[in-house]
């Protein structure tokens, strides 16, 4: 698709909003219910899908659940099968970490080893936050001959471990062996011939002994594992392949990371919803699309909170008269995927998706919800091609073919 | 697509009827008010609806909007992204110059030139037909030793320009500069090392230098451009890929060129859509599809005619009875993109698509629109899926796999 967008798109001064309610998609929690969408009480929801075309976006392929990675980058129209992101650099970029074309990044754990080197449990008993903060201080202590070392930490046994080195190669293989009993794996290159990958795989091994001393007296996080190791990835930018000014306007480092990937500008320093939608108002005029990420209606999904859930969508409806008075030519709600409170995670379910545009063709759906949505004028269709409809109804996109 | 009904086609006794209202899909002029199809009286094509299956035709992909090219080739089943028609071939093709395989054609822009052969006007004040036609006379004074050269009016400042000679080559840069106050480019080859292209720019040179001094004269056009060069697009046949042995009943040149490109055989001199019905009838026997082509559709839409365009719809439907009376096995309406009258021009919407056949599996349509098309149950679809849902339809594709 970036083939033909590149080649069509136009300049002019229409605006395009995509607001996405992370996890957006349900599950009613009796079968014949109604999801957390079809419960909460939307009503500027509601009068935008009148106005507009209603549809299901389909993250990746149908029965597919993808990641916040695949799931933003289906939305912003980069195919998530052509552009896959390794577990490092989204791990780095998911912490508000921005990798330079030097940098190998890897996702670490740390473990716990028995006396002869074994693994005895795969996440450090789940070492808390507050445990495992100090631990990465104390790796940043490792010190390589001419390569600069990062060492930042997540969540629980989480950690993220950047090499920054001129030819560095990421075609390294994990050193988790995915089971207990048998010592973590040394790091090898995936093909003994790529220079790159053994001179990554060479710095692994010194990085994991140092590391391994220093950890020596923990009594749970005593070593580590290194996983995907991977490099910077090369995504085209908004304003190449659509001739677009992109600002994100996100509140958490993961989709402030995703949205630096393909070039757009972070603005603001929003931490609320009422926040992010200041932001908007102030930079209105600077930009020519704007991706606004919520949190909130994933989070709770994932917490299998149901109520809860429905009072944060209900918290996302109040904001949109705000943003509809901006009059932007496209409005987009959707979501990244689906985040069913049932099922307490993310899902392959096709997300309600609503377009508004004085040129959407709209159809007779009166409310948002799932099934309203996947009967509307959108049908269901690959996230991918959200944002070439995007384009064209903000008539940026020229005809192909004569 | 291709490979599968290549190898599957079958032989039977069957007719299948593809009627192609261009432009058909349209908007509303007023948010939640009714398009021109819904708005036009069509109880012929309403009465298909009942027995029929409806759905939407995408045209290329989401978001994309069709020159009648892709547009066609998306209805003849011919993937549009794989097969692209140059300009200069499909420009021909419009004025129902057949190419030949030793042939290169270009689209030739007038232009105005100042006194420093700097160009001032880009399509010569959009000289009218009535002036340029004598131009393109002159031009064909042109002489180049080896080499036939063909030159032929189009509309306005547009002509066509086709060199016939062995050894050409199409890989030849566009001659315009795209701005005025600059002379036109030297026509060159994409390529330096490609000999055939070379040619091409070599004679394309020696053409423009006779044609300035053909031109010097002119108060409007006397200078001008070539675009898109291309030789004669190679497109597999109706009767390789489908085993049809196909037939087109067209009104203008264009449609009868694209219907050429893909083997279907020109019948009639139809100038009506009764006339064309005429052929149908007259040639029912002697084929076994027929690719039946309505402008008026578009060019109202394009007009920005919603009652015009209103009328053309009821003018369409009225045939429906001759075209039923001959009982086809399957019986296709569909259009090659939408052009709504909101827009004046060709649109990305879904096209309102009807195939009826005794084994269709008709759904719940009741009328023949935008809005009731979508939700039927041939659902959203690629337009190139059309032509073989009609073969399987009129049972012509046998078993894919034991």
Redesign the interface.
């Known amino acids: 698709?970036h083939d033909?967008t590149r080649e069509?798109w136009l300049k002019n001064d229409s605006k395009i909003v995509l607001l996405v309610a992370d996890g957006l998609g349900g599950l009613p929690l009796e079968p014949g219910g109604l999801t957390e969408l079809e419960t909460a009480r939307t009503p500027h929801l509601d009068a935008l899908a009148?106005?507009g075309v209603s549809g299901g976006s389909i993250p990746v392929k149908p029965g597919i659940t993808p990641g916040s990675g695949p799931g933003h980058l289906g939305l912003f129209g980069y195919d998530p099968l052509k552009y896959q992101i390794g577990r490092g650099a989204l791990e780095a970029t998911g912490i508000g970490f921005e990798l330079g074309q030097h940098d190998v990044a890897c996702r670490g754990n740390y473990c716990a080893l028995d006396g002869e080197g074994r693994i005895s449990d795969r996440r450090a008993g789940r070492i808390s936050s507050e445990e495992s903060a100090p631990l990465a201080r104390l790796l940043a202590q490792v010190a390589i001959a001419g390569v600069e070392v990062f060492v930042e930490p997540v969540k629980e046994h989480r950690f993220v471990v950047v090499f920054r080195a001129a030819g560095l190669g990421d075609h390294v293989h994990d050193t988790d062996p995915q089971k207990t009993g048998v010592p973590p794996l040394d790091p090898r290159p995936a093909d003994p011939a790529d220079t790159a990958g053994a001179k990554t795989a060479e710095i692994a091994r010194e990085f994991v002994a140092q590391a391994r001393k220093l950890l020596a007296g923990q009594p749970k996080a005593n070593g580590l594992t290194l996983r995907g190791f991977s490099a910077r990835p090369h995504l085209p930018s908004y304003e190449e392949v659509y001739g677009l000014r992109a600002a994100a306007i996100a509140v958490y480092p993961m989709y402030k990371g995703l949205a630096r990937l393909v070039g757009m500008e972070l603005v603001g320093k929003a931490r609320t919803l009422s926040e992010q939608i200041d932001v908007l108002e102030q930079r209105w005029n600077d930009y020519d699309f704007f991706f606004i990420h919520f949190k909130y209606t994933d989070s709770t999904g994932e917490d299998g909170n149901f109520q809860a859930k429905v009072a944060r969508i209900e918290e996302f409806d109040a904001v949109l008269p705000r943003i509809a008075a901006l009059e932007p030519a496209v409005l987009i709600v959707t979501g990244d995927h689906s985040t069913p409170s049932l099922l307490k995670s993310h899902s392959w379910h096709p997300v309600p998706t609503l377009l508004v545009s004085?040129?959407c063709?709209?159809?007779?759906c009166q409310a948002f919800g799932e099934r309203d949505a996947v009967?509307g004028?959108?049908?269901?269709?690959e996230a991918k091609?959200l944002?070439?409809?995007?384009?064209?109804?903000a008539g940026r996109?020229?005809?192909?073919?004569?």
Chains 1, 2 share one sequence.
């Open positions: 698709m033909l069509l009148k106005r004085a040129c063709r709209s159809d007779e009967r004028g959108l049908g269901q269709f091609y944002m070439p409809l995007a384009l064209a109804n996109l020229g005809k192909f073919g004569a």
